[in-house]
């Protein structure tokens, strides 16, 4: 189609092993991919193509949440196509404990289709729990009035899910924390089965952008993105409950923009992202 999702598995030194191109006849994105308990690997992204090329489902209204799942040489085991009327799309994925899967993105959809629930304003957080074959076990769709844009999601060592990303909505509907610029760092805290349990906001500027997520070693969290006003990677470690201990930004003349963050194994943090 137009664009595919492309793996490629590289051997230590990278040097290619094999490849493979998944998609149908129009726009597939590779957001995430993870690999599995078994030796495979779970692609998480989003598709607007119908039942052509790899893809065996229709598109349900836009774009679609589109799971796959590949053997240890790239082979499709099995996929899914999850979403409603309008436009859903896939961030992030993780296997749960459970053998399943966690599905984090954003969706405008109302309940059609795989949706159970309307949107609450523009975009919302919208996570998927499935079995391990992709069936839908349940689902939350979490937002305010307004877009709440969703950058990742992990399963916490109690079992729940911390959702994050950025917000633009003011308290309203699942949003009770106030707004401090026009987009902030929104963290949610769900249980095991996806009720909020607590959330927090971040902000000091007129667009704060979260991407980022790890639970780090000590049980809280580190969280990594950008403050936009000042154009700078923006990081915050907070504690189990979403407290913040410390924070620290980084940047030179121009723009930059963090989108991944790792605890490294001396307990320091590498950040990955762009600059101009």
Not at 32 to 55: A, N, P, R, V
Not at 75 to 93: A, C, L, R, Y
Not at 211 to 223: D, K, M, P, R, S
Not at 232 to 247: A, L
Request: proline content about 0%.
């Amino acid at each position: 189609g137009s664009w595919d999702c492309w793996i490629v598995k590289t051997d230590s030194n990278g040097n290619i092993q094999w490849q493979n191109t998944i998609g149908g006849n129009n726009s597939d994105w590779l957001h995430s991919i993870k690999q599995t308990t078994d030796g495979g690997y779970i692609l998480g992204g989003q598709s607007e193509s119908s039942i052509s090329g790899d893809k065996t489902e229709n598109s349900n209204g836009g774009w679609d949440y589109w799971i796959v799942k590949i053997d240890s040489i790239g082979i499709i085991e099995w996929q899914n196509t999850i979403g409603g009327n309008e436009d859903d799309k896939m961030f992030s994925i993780q296997q749960t404990t459970d053998g399943g899967y966690i599905l984090g993105g954003i969706s405008d959809s109302d309940s059609t289709d795989d949706k159970t629930e309307d949107s609450k304003g523009y975009m919302d957080y919208w996570i998927v729990k499935t079995d391990s074959l992709g069936n839908i076990q349940w689902q939350n769709t979490i937002g305010g009035n307004d877009n709440d844009i969703l950058g990742s999601v992990i399963q916490t060592v109690d079992g729940g899910y911390l959702l994050v990303g950025y917000s633009r909505s003011g308290p309203s509907g699942d949003k009770t924390t106030l707004s401090n610029g026009v987009e902030d760092y929104w963290i949610v805290k769900t249980d095991s089965q996806g009720s909020i349990q607590w959330q927090r906001s971040f902000g000091y500027g007129a667009q704060d952008l979260l991407y980022a997520v790890q639970q780090t070693a000590e049980g809280g969290y580190i969280l990594g993105g950008s403050n936009n006003s000042a154009g700078h990677y923006w990081i915050i470690k907070t504690d189990t409950g979403g407290n913040t201990q410390w924070q620290k930004t980084f940047g030179g003349s121009g723009a930059e923009i963090l989108y991944s963050i790792q605890q490294t194994t001396d307990r320091g943090y590498i950040l990955g992202g762009i600059s101009t």
